[in-house]
């Protein structure tokens, strides 16, 4: 006799009721979140008094969409499967794959380079493409601290500040160019990088991160309220801005245009600066790779992976996170005078901890310790902000779903990369005679 086939019946059904549950469930955390960002606007009215009103149809179609949109990721779930069952990429497509992520980096450098070519007359282009490469060499600096250190560093913006009060001061009082204050401005932000670093050498985690918070804006309130050197609310105008071989970029005789015999025009500035930045990120780039290669960068991956074991080696733990604070402020504080002589004018309120929390979420969004994805999130981050603008209070919901989005699918960054820089790339065989007690 055959045996009766088995029923499928009660096993759909709970699976159908768990992703059910779990929609209501969704859709009803939605509703909560979203019922005062989205569903009650209030403004001050007029005469003061409070005025609201409601959008209940937008919150119903958000809270609808989360239903929907969890039943959908439920249901994609169970039919591909458990992950490692089933090869979805053929593999002609994943070497295809390989050879693009080959090709991104020097694509991207490029493209870099052709920019004030293919947007010259486009002014907000430019002016976007010289911020979004400041954000690309803060979170490379960053990088080196959290990235390759490990060290989770919230105060990041007290060196940007240090670069570019540093040049500031120096510009307006002794009169140098932008070219010899950029090393010093450099240094000095150094010098505070190991001024941090003392204090927080027997802490890691949480507690680090909590005094490097604390740092930032220990620096943030001496700017406010040293006056007499910094300005304190004012802030500091006036600033030089950069020449080119001592050329100025001015419209007078003794301008480049001038001395080339070309009509002048402003975008010719916004070009020059977004060719120094460009210089000067790649720069940090190169240094950071080389950094890597050194055993100062080994003792860096050691010091990220487990601070007992890297002890343990031998290695020096006090220098190496001293250099790896200061090597990062180092380029915070070139980023730092390169938006000093930029702006023309600098004041506490660009030094929050949101710039801090921003570079760390391009660093992190990124991969921690990939300079090409940092690369890539400053420029999702930065450049894709500006695409949402026109939605005005909901760019920021959009942003945030986006971020959460990432997190749940590349919870280790767009380009996860924690490889440590030497390691063995064949498996070899070991004598079980070098593996007994006593010898191995």
């Known amino acids: 006799m055959r045996a009766p086939a088995p029923d499928h019946k009660p096993a759909r059904a709970s699976r159908a009721g768990f992703i059910l549950k779990k929609a209501l469930l969704s859709a009803f955390v939605a509703l ?142 002794f009169g140098l160019s932008f070219w010899e204050c950029l090393p010093l401005a450099g240094m000095l932000a150094a010098l505070w990088g190991v001024m941090l670093g003392f204090p927080v050498l027997r802490l890691r985690g949480d507690y680090l991160a909590i005094v490097t918070l604390a740092f930032g804006e220990i620096i943030r309130l001496v700017i406010i309220n040293w006056q007499d050197l910094t300005g304190g609310p004012n802030g500091i105008s006036g600033i030089p801005r950069p020449t080119l071989f001592g050329i100025p970029l001015t419209p007078g005789d003794d301008g480049l245009a001038a001395r080339l015999g070309i009509p002048f025009s402003p975008t010719h500035r916004i070009v020059f600066l977004f060719y120094v930045i460009l210089a000067m990120a790649l720069l940090t780039n190169w240094v950071t790779i080389r950094l890597r290669r050194l055993p100062i960068g080994r003792a860096w991956e050691a010091l990220r992976e487990d601070e007992v074991a890297c002890r343990a080696l031998g290695i020096n733990t006090t220098t190496t996170k001293l250099t790896a604070f200061a090597t990062g402020a180092l380029f915070g504080g070139f980023a730092g005078a390169f938006f000093a002589t930029r702006q023309g004018f600098i004041s506490p309120e660009s030094f929050t901890f949101t710039e801090s929390a921003l570079v760390l979420a391009i660093v992190v969004l990124g991969g921690m310790g990939s300079q090409l994805g940092v690369a890539l999130a400053a420029l999702t981050m930065i450049g894709g902000f500006e695409l949402f603008r026109g939605l005005e209070q909901y760019r920021m919901l959009v942003f945030g779903i986006a971020m959460v989005l990432l997190m749940i699918w590349r919870p280790r960054g767009l380009i996860s990369h924690r490889a440590p820089t030497v390691f063995l790339r064949t498996a070899r065989a070991i004598s079980s005679d070098l593996v007994k007690e006593g010898h191995g």
């Open 32 to 173: 909560v979140l979203f019922s005062l960002m989205i569903g009650i606007r209030t403004e001050a009215g007029p005469t003061g008094q409070l005025i609201y009103w409601t959008r209940f149809g937008e919150l119903a179609s958000i809270v609808a969409a989360v239903f929907v949109g969890s039943i959908i990721i439920e249901l994609v779930r169970q039919w591909l499967g458990p992950a490692g069952t089933v090869d979805l990429i053929p593999p002609p497509v994943q070497r295809g794959l390989a050879v693009a992520g080959r090709l991104i980096a020097p694509g991207l450098l490029i493209f870099a380079l052709l920019v004030p070519v293919i947007f010259y007359h486009q002014r907000y282009i430019l002016d976007l493409a010289v911020l979004v490469l400041t954000y690309v060499m803060l979170g490379w600096g960053l990088n080196v601290v959290v990235g390759l250190a490990g060290l989770l560093d919230l105060g990041y913006v007290a060196f940007y500040a240090v670069g570019a009060y540093s040049y500031a001061l120096l510009a307006t009082t």
